[in-house]
């Protein structure tokens, strides 16, 4: 079964990290880019950043000014999002995707998110 | 940033009813549109992609077109799992951007 866990999140403190992570299987994850999006409490989906094959290749959106980092680990079959100087618009769930392999982005398999809480 | 405006932003309907979800793209996005279902509490669920191609399993009900700048989302015959909230997303260029959502409720 083709599958995308995420870990990471938690209640964090304005000014601090954290490391999320996704865990793929069930799927040739190597083929695929990976993507996150998140959504902020009754909000709607806001789309942040994807990571290319062999994880030289990135996109970010236009918000994360260098905050946010996307990497993998290609023999972990994982894909993580580093963010840095947490503030409380960053509280949202954020979701993994299974992104294009070639061609126009299309995200058909999705993780059931984990929930990133900045506040003090 | 290519900026999607989705109208309206909810709608209420009846079970069977038709009603159409309007996506507009901020420059030319082509065809390059997909459309996402989303349930409260759940992940979002891929519907179309490339403006009118419906995925793998998703009802004949749902239907997409346009192109350019505007697109529209329809659904035929409303059944009672299709109230949820739906987002456009234009794939053109990163960064892909998704429109409001629009949330359809029962009336």
């Known amino acids: 079964e083709e599958q995308l866990v995420e870990s990471g999140g938690g209640l964090v403190q304005p000014g601090g990290s954290l490391r999320l992570s996704c865990a793929a299987s069930?799927?040739?994850?190597?083929?695929?880019?990976m993507a996150w999006v998140r959504q902020a409490p009754g909000k709607g989906l806001e789309w942040v950043a994807n990571?290319?094959?062999?994880?030289?290749?990135?996109n970010y959106a236009d918000f994360v000014n260098g905050r946010l980092t996307i990497s993998r680990d290609n023999a972990r079959n994982s894909v993580y999002l580093q963010i840095y100087s947490l503030r409380p618009e960053d509280t949202a769930v954020y979701f993994c995707?299974?992104?294009?392999?070639?061609?126009?982005?299309?995200?058909?398999?999705w993780g059931q998110g984990t929930l990133v809480t900045v506040s003090s | 940033d290519i900026q999607m405006t989705q109208s309206p932003s909810s709608l209420s309907a009846s079970v069977g009813d038709r009603i159409t979800i309007t996506c507009r793209a901020s420059?030319?996005?082509?065809?390059?549109l997909n459309w996402y279902q989303q349930k409260p509490g759940k992940a979002p669920k891929f519907l179309i992609y490339?403006?009118?191609n419906l995925q793998s399993g998703v009802p004949s009900r749902f239907s997409g077109s346009g192109s350019e700048t505007h697109f529209t989302l329809t659904i035929d015959n409303l059944a009672p799992e299709d109230f949820a909230t739906y987002y456009c997303?234009?794939?053109?260029?990163?960064?892909?951007?998704f429109g409001g959502g629009t949330k359809v409720e029962i009336k």
């Open positions: 995707a299974r992104d294009k392999i070639v061609g126009p982005s299309q995200y058909h398999l």
């Open positions: 990571v290319g094959q062999d994880g030289t290749k990135k």
């Open positions: 997303q234009q794939s053109l260029t990163a960064p892909l951007t």
């Open positions: 420059q030319n996005i082509d065809k390059y």
């Open positions: 069930g799927f040739t994850f190597t083929s695929h880019w």
């Open positions: 490339d403006t009118s």
